[in-house]
């Protein structure tokens, strides 16, 4: 499976609810936070939630 890298590039503050669990859910807990997933329909599922609040790059292994 290809990984793929979530950066978060906005604040959770002033986000509904749902959001910061999707940001929570993503280990991500500051601005400027990275975390290296694999490429699952899951994951996709909750970065196509908030694309406004986070970056996605794949990774090279």
Do not use: C, W
């Not at 978060?8 to 290296?36: E, F, N, Y």
């Amino acid at each position: 499976m290809t990984k793929i890298k979530v950066t978060q590039i906005r604040s959770g503050i002033d986000r509904p609810a749902k959001h910061k669990r999707i940001l929570k859910a993503l280990g991500l807990r500051r601005h400027q936070t990275s975390r290296i997933h694999e490429d699952s329909p899951q994951v996709m599922g909750m970065v196509k939630k908030i694309p406004h609040l986070v970056k996605v790059e794949e990774v090279q292994e």
